[in-house]
């Protein structure tokens, strides 16, 4: 074994870094400032998050590694790289606009909490991408798990905000035993907890500890699943979305998502290569079942008044996450260039995802309950927020004008394709179709006629934060569906 270098390489760990100091400065702020000046920890939170967001320029010349076993910068803990990058960049990002959506909800929560552990999430999932060993890499993940846990029931008062909390962490807790299970597995049967030297030590394990090795390859994957909940071990979403604040939901939809996706492929793409045989199939036949369940399930979330909004929200994300798993698996079959595909889908997803939560948040600024029948006849009084919403929806669905969700579709598509799984590629094919019998009815609905005895929706006083949360959203879709080949192109470069 090296020896620890102990320098510090301050500029790669800076996003995270930054994002826990501003936390920290959060917290103590909220303990002097009065009740009329709280506000300004909000305005802290948004700087705080664009300053990290800064901090990434310099990462963008060349990669960067520190918490290093050896001075040659083998075995590191930490490495700033595209891939990397491009994950701290949609985290910060997706943060950044979840603080815009929270601002006008602040009179109903604690705001020095709320706050300080958003921020503290955001500092874990911006950590989570840059770990390159296993214990850093479940350390990453519990500190961008556990603050989540506390903002989903935040509500105080609020029984079903308290119920969603409760569900997601005994879920997550469930998930957290099983990963620990298997990375104390890996690491008894290889001897070491980096990712690269893990993969190495794979290749020629003793055969008297492979079913020792195999079965902490599997349990490190399934623990995985259950935070991203992919189906089976999705079951938490529907209830911890609709039970959390609205921009939490949002939050957990894209930043949660994008954080861990990134530790599911570094788990697999790089640790667990040796067995890509093994993983390759099972992911595959993951993201059918997930993309299968979700989009089945939002089919169900009618618009006669008794379904939310948010559910459905809810249901489509795990049908997205299915379609997010498919170039994972495609890469245990051709090679980590296509894990580049799953990424650029990350980015559209993020983007337009979080502009569909910010329009449901200016709508339950008049109906609370958000209902799918509370979006009937937004045109007719939010004709840009109505524009906007469908843009959103038809960029989730992957049909013009939304080019982004179209290209992005075609991308993972022929990822399968490329790989030889024509039979993912079919069940992708056909989800995808019943994906746009409930996004275009949602469409449909923003322009109906309201009906006869519909009361019409009280005044909505403006919430410039929100304004420009679904305007960046607005902008950001269409700029990326202006150069769809160039998000690829940016999302592929250097990758693993």
């Given at each position: 074994?090296?020896?620890?270098?102990?320098?510090?390489?301050?500029?790669?760990?800076?996003?995270?870094?930054?994002?826990?100091?501003?936390?920290?400065?959060?917290?103590?702020?909220?303990?002097?400032?009065?009740?009329?000046?709280?506000?300004?920890?909000?305005?802290?939170?948004?700087?705080?998050?664009?300053?990290?967001?800064?901090?990434?320029?310099?990462?963008?010349?060349?990669?960067?590694?520190?918490?290093?076993?050896?001075?040659?910068?083998?075995?590191?803990?930490?490495?700033?790289?595209?891939?990397?990058?491009?994950?701290?960049?949609?985290?910060?990002?997706?943060?950044?606009?979840?603080?815009?959506?929270?601002?006008?909800?602040?009179?109903?929560?604690?705001?020095?909490?709320?706050?300080?552990?958003?921020?503290?999430?955001?500092?874990?999932?911006?950590?989570?991408?840059?770990?390159?060993?296993?214990?850093?890499?479940?350390?990453?993940?519990?500190?961008?798990?556990?603050?989540?846990?506390?903002?989903v029931g935040i509500k105080r008062g609020d029984r079903l905000s308290s119920e969603a909390a409760l569900k997601f962490f005994l879920s997550s807790?469930?998930?957290?035993?099983?990963?620990?299970?298997?990375?104390?597995?890996?690491?008894?049967?290889?001897?070491?907890?980096?990712?690269?030297?893990?993969?190495?030590?794979?290749?020629?394990?003793?055969?008297?500890?492979?079913?020792?090795?195999?079965?902490?390859?599997?349990?490190?994957?399934?623990?995985?699943?259950?935070?991203?909940?992919?189906?089976?071990?999705?079951?938490?979403?529907?209830?911890?979305?609709?039970?959390?604040?609205?921009?939490?939901?949002?939050?957990?939809?894209?930043?949660?998502?994008?954080?861990?996706?990134?530790?599911?492929?570094?788990?697999?793409?790089?640790?667990?290569?040796?067995?890509?045989?093994?993983?390759?199939?099972?992911?595959?036949?993951?993201?059918?079942?997930?993309?299968?369940?979700?989009?089945?399930?939002?089919?169900?979330?009618?618009?006669?008044?008794?379904?939310?909004?948010?559910?459905?929200?809810?249901?489509?994300?795990?049908?997205?996450?299915?379609?997010?798993?498919?170039?994972?698996?495609?890469?245990?079959?051709?090679?980590?260039?296509?894990?580049?595909?799953?990424?650029?889908?990350?980015?559209?997803?993020?983007?337009?995802?979080?502009?569909?939560?910010?329009?449901?948040?200016?709508?339950?600024?008049?109906?609370?309950?958000?209902?799918?029948?509370?979006?009937?006849?937004?045109?007719?009084?939010?004709?840009?927020?109505?524009?906007?919403?469908?843009?959103?929806?038809?960029?989730?669905?992957?049909?013009?004008?939304?080019?982004?969700?179209?290209?992005?579709?075609?991308?993972?598509?022929?990822?399968?394709?490329?790989?030889?799984?024509?039979?993912?590629?079919?069940?992708?094919?056909?989800?995808?179709?019943?994906?746009?019998?409930?996004?275009?009815?949602?469409?449909?609905?923003?322009?109906?006629?309201?009906?006869?005895?519909?009361?019409?929706?009280?005044?909505?006083?403006?919430?410039?934060?929100?304004?420009?949360?679904?305007?960046?959203?607005a902008v950001l879709g269409i700029a990326l569906s202006g150069a769809p080949q160039l998000v690829l192109r940016f999302a592929s470069g250097g990758?693993?």
């Amino acid at each position: 074994m090296g020896t620890l270098v102990q320098s510090v390489d301050w500029i790669a760990i800076a996003p995270p870094v930054i994002a826990a100091a501003v936390a920290l400065i959060v917290l103590v702020a909220d303990l002097f400032l009065s009740e009329a000046r709280k506000p300004l920890l909000g305005r802290l939170t948004v700087g705080g998050l664009i300053l990290a967001g800064l901090s990434l320029i310099p990462l963008l010349d060349h990669d960067r590694s520190t918490f290093c076993l050896t001075a040659a910068g083998r075995d590191c803990s930490y490495v700033a790289d595209h891939f990397t990058l491009i994950i701290q960049l949609l985290v910060i990002g997706g943060a950044l606009l979840t603080a815009l959506l929270s601002i006008h909800t602040m009179d109903e929560l604690p705001a020095g909490e709320y706050w300080f552990l958003l921020l503290s999430s955001v500092s874990g999932a911006a950590l989570l991408p840059a770990s390159r060993d296993l214990a850093t890499l479940i350390i990453a993940l519990e500190v961008a798990s556990l603050p989540a846990f506390a903002l989903v029931g935040i509500k105080r008062g609020d029984r079903l905000s308290s119920e969603a909390a409760l569900k997601f962490f005994l879920s997550s807790v469930a998930a957290t035993a099983v990963t620990l299970l298997g990375v104390s597995f890996l690491y008894a049967a290889t001897g070491t907890l980096h990712l690269t030297a893990l993969a190495h030590g794979l290749t020629g394990v003793d055969p008297q500890l492979a079913t020792l090795a195999k079965a902490g390859a599997a349990l490190t994957i399934v623990g995985f699943a259950f935070k991203l909940a992919v189906a089976p071990f999705h079951f938490w979403v529907p209830d911890t979305y609709t039970g959390a604040p609205l921009p939490i939901a949002a939050y957990l939809s894209v930043v949660g998502k994008a954080a861990g996706f990134s530790g599911l492929i570094l788990i697999t793409v790089v640790a667990l290569k040796p067995y890509a045989d093994v993983w390759g199939p099972a992911v595959a036949i993951l993201a059918a079942l997930t993309m299968t369940v979700g989009n089945a399930a939002a089919l169900r979330q009618r618009a006669d008044g008794s379904r939310s909004a948010v559910r459905l929200l809810a249901w489509s994300s795990i049908g997205q996450a299915g379609y997010l798993l498919v170039p994972v698996a495609a890469a245990a079959y051709v090679g980590t260039d296509e894990i580049g595909t799953t990424i650029a889908y990350a980015l559209m997803y993020g983007a337009v995802n979080l502009g569909a939560f910010a329009v449901a948040a200016l709508v339950a600024r008049s109906a609370p309950d958000n209902r799918l029948t509370d979006y009937r006849g937004l045109y007719a009084r939010r004709p840009l927020a109505a524009l906007s919403m469908a843009f959103f929806l038809l960029c989730l669905a992957g049909l013009p004008p939304g080019i982004i969700g179209l290209f992005a579709k075609v991308a993972v598509f022929s990822s399968a394709v490329h790989a030889g799984l024509g039979w993912l590629a079919v069940i992708m094919a056909l989800n995808v179709v019943v994906a746009l019998v409930y996004y275009l009815r949602w469409t449909a609905l923003l322009f109906a006629k309201p009906e006869g005895a519909q009361a019409p929706a009280p005044a909505v006083t403006r919430s410039p934060p929100l304004t420009a949360a679904i305007a960046l959203s607005a902008v950001l879709g269409i700029a990326l569906s202006g150069a769809p080949q160039l998000v690829l192109r940016f999302a592929s470069g250097g990758l693993l």
